[in-house]
């Protein structure tokens, strides 16, 4: 999948993505990067919505680790359990997040997940805009495996 | 102004808040009651999305503020500083964002802000779906007056 099929995945299933004219930029099995610009997301102050930037964080945390996950053959239902978000700044120019998995608790995550079925990540996000760190996320997710491995040799594969 | 009023505006100079239907259905000097409808905010399994859910509790305790502090004759620009918001299950139905003025913090609040034209005040807002509290957030937000007091009087006026 590209990000270009990422991005009309998320517009069509969904619709408030496409409100915000979210488009994934790239994503690698470590990070992803998704951009809006200003316009839809503007409030009556002309600086960016506080909605559109809490959306913007905990789309990236949940994008990205849908997208780690079927890299590694696994079917999961990911839900969003908490946000918490910290608004630095105003932001009055189109701006980028980048989600990035935590490297030290990836592992455990993989193994509990694949044990239990079910298992819990925190994945934090940073929102850039004009070379500034403006907006900083944390989502806490939850995933609960729906499809059984795809072979036994997968089971504690490393990353690709 | 009116709960159609209100939303008349938010739509116009938020449009996020047109894309989420968000619908000010009521607000008095203590709270603002604002309904969407699932569909614009359903994700790809059907329920609401994260981002909506969050969305609409920083728009709830930002609108609230507003409404008071106009009906207290303060011009202020209100910021959204920090969002926090517990998704505790999935909302498979429209949804209504009751925001709630802390009385506890209240007149403190007025007062450091009539004192040093700034102040922060934190506003729990909490979302309910088929009869079910689902989510609560909890928005800080800062508040700039930006005009003087119409007349003295109004100083420690009560609020009506």
């Known amino acids: 999948m590209s990000p270009d099929d990422l991005t009309a995945y998320l517009h069509i299933h969904i619709p408030l993505t496409a409100a915000l004219g979210a488009r994934v930029m790239s994503f690698d099995s470590r990070q992803m990067e998704i951009a809006a610009p200003l316009a839809p997301n503007r409030n009556h102050r002309g600086t960016a919505f506080g909605g559109s930037l809490a959306t913007l964080g905990i789309l990236g945390g949940w994008s990205l680790l849908n997208t780690v996950l079927e890299r590694q053959k696994l079917v ?24 990035v998995l935590p490297e030290a608790e990836w592992p455990r995550f ?24 403006v907006v900083t996320h944390r989502g806490r997710y939850a995933a609960f495996l729906e499809s059984p491995l795809e072979s036994p040799n997968d089971s504690f594969a490393p990353e690709t």
């Open 76 to 99: 999961a239902k990911i839900v969003v359990q908490h946000s918490d978000c910290e608004f630095r700044e105003p932001v009055a120019a189109d701006f980028t997040a980048l989600s």
């Open 110 to 133: 993989l193994t509990t997940l694949r044990r239990h079925r079910r298992a819990r990540i925190a994945i934090e996000t940073q929102i850039r805009a004009n070379g500034r760190a």
